[in-house]
């Protein structure tokens, strides 16, 4: 299958923790990257690779993966990350993939 | 600090050939991929395809049969064209550089421009 699979919605208190999951079979060859999406803004890259932070992202930020799922926890979420987030994944045909996305709500 | 700067009609007539160009400025083009990338409204992210700066491209096979990706390195510029265009066609699109791992085997892009609407309406 060329799909990666996220749920649509999650909910999170403030200062808790929250893991946003991924799933494809492409997850099991390479790694997911993670972006996050304001209103009106374009995405920006908050993870890639095993588990990449680029410059400016905050450290609460992190990337896993086991088998065919990809997952960006938020450690001490914060208001400004509610936001939709996407994973995206190479495929075998070398073409990306990305997820549906999930909106991230901050209680 | 690479800036993209997508350029082109936001209205195009059903049937008629979606044409924008991408502006890439504070870099080059070289040694990197760039990607179209495109967001209907109210929905998600979808990936177009990819150019190399030397010519190959690769895109969505949704989209192959109708689909253009070409660069202009002398202007630092690359371009999509979207032929048949109809009203599911109407987005934000969005260029992006893509990198490529090449030890880890993965993709991401880095830096993107701040998109624009096309529109697709008579």
């Known amino acids: 299958s060329s799909e990666l699979t996220q749920d649509p919605v999650v909910a999170v208190a403030l200062g808790q923790t929250i893991r946003i999951t991924c799933q494809g079979d492409s997850l099991r060859s390479y790694y997911a990257t993670w972006y996050q999406q304001k209103p009106g803004q374009a995405p920006l890259l908050v993870i890639y690779?095993?588990?990449v932070r680029p410059s400016g992202i905050p450290d609460r930020f992190s990337g896993s993966r086991s088998g065919n799922t990809a997952s960006l926890t938020i450690t001490g979420t914060q208001a400004d990350d509610e936001a939709d987030y996407y994973c995206t994944s190479r495929d075998s045909r070398d073409t990306v993939l990305f997820g549906g996305g999930t909106r991230l709500t901050v209680l | 600090q690479v800036h993209l700067q997508e350029s082109g009609p936001g209205l195009v007539k059903p049937s008629e050939t979606l044409s924008l160009t991408c502006t890439v400025s504070?870099?080059?083009?070289?040694?990197?991929?760039w990607s179209w990338i495109r967001q209907p409204p109210g929905k998600g992210l979808e990936w177009i395809g990819y150019i190399y700066y030397s010519g190959s491209t690769n895109y969505i096979p949704s989209l192959r049969s109708r689909v253009t990706i070409a660069v202009d390195t002398s202007k630092n510029q690359f371009s999509l064209r979207l032929s048949s265009v109809t009203a599911a066609d109407t987005a934000v699109y969005y260029c992006?550089?893509?990198?490529?791992?090449?030890?880890?085997?993965?993709?991401?892009?880095?830096?993107w421009g701040q998109g624009t609407l096309v529109t697709v309406s008579p």
């Open positions: 992006a550089r893509l990198v490529e791992v090449v030890y880890e085997s993965h993709f991401y892009h880095d830096y």
């Open positions: 504070s870099g080059s083009l070289s040694y990197y991929y």
């Open positions: 690779g095993k588990s």
